[in-house]
């Protein structure tokens, strides 16, 4: 029997739990770079978010009267192993383990993510992800959380969006851990990662369990009219944002990567793309929006330039709406890797918009045509062959959305930040008569 397919909403931690110095949870990278003068917009403070680490019952009920199938959630390395090594804090796990009893209980497929970047803040003392040993050290979590959820929950995500923690955390310093490495630093960190997923996706299928690796993926557009340089420049973002973490891990190698003048990626041993090679039992595409790739300025640090794309509407966090991006992305990911394509769920898919409170509604129309035509995307790309399992809106609650703090909504609940009191907005209703609507033959691409 084939299972059904995937509805559901996405979450991550750190966006949402608060309660950062409770119940023995160590400080993250994230606890850190927060506190920066100037590193969040606004100066928003984490510390609260959500508090879904208090109200995640009335989280669950939501998600009830939503009714996914699914959710995607991510476990807090910071609240099972506080020091990243070392010690297991017992009620950080008791924590998910409610969670994950409490789905059951209602019928929804639990689907976490083991790092949604939230690093214990003493592993980056130790080098972070610039330090191979980050990569055991993830494993072995890794390996705790299995252990005490892996009865009930056959299915993990290893890595979120690995290339933006890489990216935003690591070379523009945008992220935490806020580092400006050079080339060949944020390859290592990209290696790193990449020797995380495998060690771990070893560990969970030596207890039977699935292992899936998350990534944004951005479709790369060229201008009307492109020059080589723009298509040299397409295929370089293309290698840096699409293939980096995915050739390794279906192809066992890594793409080629000279035109940001590395003749190879530093930190690789012997055996270590072994470990990655084949290590994916299911992609999880992140898509947001594809990228406009130019050539760039003579002299530029980068092999590429990015444009902006016109034309079409822009979420409020001024993204370009492209739905055909998501069609692309997923039946671009069928024909590169064919065969050695594991099944595909969109992991995360969504907008920030702007509400607008009517007769205490929350009004939300964008986000309902956003949806709308993203969930089509899904449809065109089955139609035409992708193998995709599941579909989940980033995300269920308004929430600390990174470095623009709460500036950004992109849930279908409206949260009250100074009150906690959540809205369903339109969208909420909208995606909950799709859910029913399609629920009854889940398979059909319809
Ligand atoms: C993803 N970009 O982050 C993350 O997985 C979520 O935690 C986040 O809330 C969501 O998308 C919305 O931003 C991204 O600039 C951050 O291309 C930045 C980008 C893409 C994704």
Redesign the pocket.
């Given at each position: 029997m084939s299972s059904p397919f995937l509805w559901g909403v996405a979450s991550?931690a750190f966006?949402v739990e608060g309660a950062l110095a409770e119940d023995g949870r160590g400080p993250s990278v994230w606890d850190t770079f927060a506190a920066r003068p100037g590193a969040v917009r606004d100066g928003h403070s984490p510390a609260v978010a959500c508090d879904h680490y208090h109200r995640w019952q009335q989280d669950v009920d939501l998600l009830d009267r939503l009714g996914v199938n699914a959710y995607r959630f991510s476990v807090a390395w910071p609240r099972v192993v506080p020091q990243g090594t070392g010690p297991v804090n017992k009620a950080g796990l008791d924590f998910y383990d409610r969670l994950v009893d409490a789905l059951l209980e209602r019928g929804i497929t639990p689907f976490p993510t083991l790092f949604?970047?939230d690093l214990p803040q003493a592993l980056e003392d130790a080098g972070g992800w610039s330090s191979r040993d980050t990569a055991s050290a993830f494993a072995d979590y890794a390996a705790v959380v299995a252990d005490r959820m892996g009865d009930r929950v056959p299915r993990w995500i290893t890595l979120?969006?690995p290339v933006?923690h890489m990216a935003?955390g690591h070379a523009f310093g945008t992220h935490a851990p806020g580092h400006a490495l050079e080339v060949p630093g944020v390859l290592a960190v990209a290696h790193h990662l990449l020797l995380a997923h495998g060690l771990a996706a070893a560990e969970l299928r030596s207890r039977g369990l699935e292992a899936l690796l998350t990534n944004?993926l951005?479709p790369v557009r060229g201008p009307q009219d492109p020059t080589g340089a723009d298509l040299a420049a397409g295929a370089a973002y293309d290698a840096l944002h699409n293939r980096l973490f995915t050739d390794p891990v279906l192809l066992g190698s890594y793409p080629d990567l000279s035109a940001f003048g590395a003749a190879e990626v530093p930190g690789v041993r012997e055996g270590d793309l072994g470990v990655i090679a084949g290590s994916a039992d299911g992609i999880g595409v992140?898509y947001?929006n594809p990228s406009l790739v130019l050539a760039p300025e003579e002299g530029a640090g980068l092999p590429f330039a990015l444009g902006e794309i016109t034309g079409v509407p822009t979420t409020a966090?001024g993204w370009p709406v492209v739905p055909e991006g998501l069609t692309d992305t997923l039946v671009g990911l069928s024909e590169r890797y064919g065969e050695a394509l594991p099944p595909l769920y969109v992991t995360?898919n969504?907008c920030?918009c702007e509400d607008t409170v009517v007769d205490g509604r929350v009004a939300d129309p964008g986000r309902i045509a956003y949806l709308e035509s993203h969930i089509a995307a899904v449809d065109a790309a089955r139609a035409r062959g992708a193998d995709v399992r599941g579909y989940f809106v980033?995300?269920l609650t308004d929430?600390f959305?990174?470095a623009e703090g709460y500036h950004?909504r992109?849930g279908l609940v409206h949260v009250d930040h100074e009150t906690q009191v959540r809205t369903p907005k339109d969208s909420f209703a909208r995606y909950r008569d799709i859910i029913a609507a399609r629920t009854g033959a889940p398979d059909s691409p319809a």
């Open positions: 991550a966006q949604h970047w979120n969006e933006v935003y944004n951005s992140n947001y966090f995360e969504g920030s980033w995300t929430n959305e990174w950004q992109f």
